[in-house]
């Protein structure tokens, strides 16, 4: 009785696991930063009120042969295939039906986002050196369809750069994820950008840095936005990801896993100098 206990535990830990929930809050929400940009920018674009405004990002809110990777629910035992995907259908269900309630323009590049983008990540490993690209495609089109939300129109070119912007932060980022990773991925085949770029990867993901900077600035040029995000989106992303940079140990497991969380901490930083415009455009607004 005892041992059908302890498998039941094992069996509903495993699933809880499949959601990444028990993974650190900040990092979990890599995913749901970039949808908060968008709907940030756009609501600021449009003089969205305050308590409006809070609903739309309320909404938004809601393998074996690695060392690392072998005591997860599926390679473990833990949660079964077939499991795993009747948990993926019943996660879809709410976002399908969130996606029914928007206008068209966001239901078309949310659907295009979940699927292929997003639903051929887990294969990118076995196909290209480039899974962190296609990643960040998955992760940043949550820009464009955070400005779509609430415009129900395409986006301006400038929130396309932001969106590139956001794909080259995370091939940066997932880059040093992936380092983690890096010997036992050349040892069983598995390709990534941190394989790719082997000794150079400091040097190469110095450019991707620079390129994520340039078109947060170039974007929030050509949106207009000000003082709020100067400092705080751009100031403070070059200054963060500098840091990085510089002291990031790449032969160190556990400080490249603990770079990769700072990520989420610098995510959060560059929504509050979209949101500190957005506040000074609402407080004007409000005093006309």
Same mark, same amino acid.
């Given at each position: 009785?005892?041992?059908?206990?302890?498998?039941?535990?094992?069996?509903?830990?495993?699933?809880?696991?499949?959601?990444?929930?028990?993974?650190?809050?900040?990092?979990?929400?890599?995913?749901?930063?970039?949808?908060?940009?968008?709907?940030?920018?756009?609501?600021?674009?449009?003089?969205?009120?305050?308590?409006?405004?809070?609903?739309?990002?309320?909404?938004?809110?809601?393998?074996?042969?690695?060392?690392?990777?072998?005591?997860?629910?599926?390679?473990?035992?833990?949660?079964?295939?077939?499991?795993?995907?009747?948990?993926?259908? /019943? +996660?879809?269900?709410? !976002?399908?039906?969130?996606?029914?309630?928007?206008?068209? %323009?966001? $239901?078309? =590049?949310?659907?295009?986002?979940?699927?292929?983008?997003?639903?051929?990540?887990?294969?990118?490993?076995?196909?290209?050196?480039?899974?962190?690209?296609?990643?960040?495609?998955?992760?940043?089109?949550?820009?464009?369809?955070?400005?779509?939300?609430?415009?129900?129109?395409?986006?301006?070119?400038?929130?396309?750069?932001?969106?590139?912007?956001?794909?080259?932060?995370?091939?940066?980022?997932?880059?040093?994820?992936?380092?983690?990773?890096?010997?036992?991925?050349?040892?069983?085949?598995?390709?990534?950008?941190?394989?790719?770029?082997?000794?150079?990867?400091?040097?190469?993901?110095?450019?991707?840095?620079?390129?994520?900077?340039?078109?947060?600035?170039?974007?929030?040029? /050509? +949106?207009?936005?000000? !003082?709020?995000?100067?400092?705080?989106?751009?100031?403070? %992303?070059? $200054?963060? =990801?500098?840091?990085?940079?510089?002291?990031?140990?790449?032969?160190?497991?556990?400080?490249?896993?603990?770079?990769?969380?700072?990520?989420?901490?610098?995510?959060?930083?560059?929504?509050?100098?979209?949101?500190?415009?957005?506040?000074?455009?609402?407080?004007?607004?409000?005093?006309?």
């Amino acid at each position: 009785m005892a041992s059908t206990s302890s498998s039941s535990k094992q069996t509903a830990s495993g699933y809880f696991q499949l959601t990444r929930l028990h993974k650190p809050f900040m990092g979990n929400t890599l995913l749901f930063w970039p949808c908060a940009w968008g709907l940030t920018l756009a609501a600021r674009a449009t003089n969205m009120p305050l308590d409006t405004y809070a609903t739309y990002l309320t909404a938004f809110f809601y393998d074996k042969l690695v060392e690392r990777t072998r005591t997860r629910p599926l390679p473990s035992g833990r949660a079964s295939i077939s499991g795993a995907i009747a948990l993926y259908f /019943a +996660l879809q269900l709410p !976002a399908v039906l969130m996606i029914a309630l928007t206008n068209k %323009t966001t $239901a078309l =590049l949310t659907l295009i986002s979940m699927f292929p983008i997003q639903g051929l990540y887990p294969l990118m490993k076995r196909w290209t050196y480039w899974p962190q690209a296609w990643l960040g495609l998955s992760f940043n089109c949550g820009v464009p369809v955070g400005w779509a939300s609430v415009t129900g129109q395409y986006p301006p070119p400038s929130v396309w750069l932001l969106a590139l912007g956001g794909t080259c932060w995370t091939i940066f980022y997932d880059t040093i994820y992936a380092c983690q990773d890096r010997e036992d991925d050349k040892r069983v085949g598995i390709k990534s950008t941190a394989v790719l770029f082997g000794d150079r990867v400091r040097a190469i993901l110095t450019l991707f840095a620079g390129a994520f900077v340039l078109c947060l600035a170039v974007a929030g040029a /050509a +949106l207009g936005h000000g !003082a709020a995000y100067l400092l705080l989106s751009c100031g403070c %992303t070059l $200054a963060h =990801l500098g840091w990085q940079l510089w002291v990031w140990d790449d032969k160190d497991v556990r400080d490249s896993m603990l770079k990769f969380e700072s990520n989420g901490f610098l995510a959060a930083v560059i929504w509050l100098g979209m949101f500190g415009d957005y506040l000074s455009g609402a407080a004007r607004s409000f005093a006309l």
